[in-house]
């Protein structure tokens, strides 16, 4: 059943609503990385949110691979720099196979083309550990509350490089 709600601030208009428009939406997050110590903090991070199922974590390309076709993540958090691998391959991968996978790009190491070869290869947002690991559960809550709307985010722009 719809109901008619009159929008008071806005505007005269009757506006049609659905009751309970949100979905009860759970992010199933799967990390990649190849630091222990980043596993850890991202671990304690994602089981602190509510909104977020932490669906495991790979510490290499192909343990990301064989994670993404069995959990079917929604988002993934990717390390730029795997051993002797390249995240922006698995990038790729991931965008070819799984368009829909929101994936957001970690370094330690933050430059302009890293920042454009992330955006261009189809990540959301490349995260800077040193600065803005904090900010994971806002990034994440962003998605949620798209989801839940069913709208999708655009590549999110840095507000400043901290290294040039």
């Given amino acids: 059943m719809l109901r008619l709600f009159k929008l008071t601030n806005i505007s005269s208009k009757l506006v049609r609503c659905k009751p309970n428009i949100l979905k009860k939406v759970i992010l199933k ?3 990649v990385d190849d630091s222990k ?5 991202l671990e304690y991070i994602l089981k602190g949110m509510k909104q977020v199922k932490w669906i495991g974590h790979a510490f290499c390309i192909k343990e990301a691979e064989d994670l993404i076709l069995i959990k079917k993540p929604d988002v993934v958090l990717l390390d730029i720099i795997l051993k002797k691998e390249s ?52 990034f994440l809550m962003a998605i949620h509350s798209a989801k839940n709307i069913g709208q999708k985010l655009n590549p999110l722009e840095p507000i400043t490089l901290r290294h040039p």
């Fill in 29 to 31: 997050v799967l990390t």
């Fill in 87 to 138: 995240g922006f391959d698995l990038l790729k991968s991931i965008k070819k196979n799984y368009p829909d996978i929101v994936v957001f790009m970690l370094s330690n190491k933050i430059n302009s083309s890293c920042y454009k070869k992330s955006i261009l290869l189809g990540a959301l947002y490349l995260i800077d550990k040193s600065y803005e690991f904090y900010n994971i559960p806002n």
């Fill in 37 to 41: 110590i980043i596993t850890t903090h």
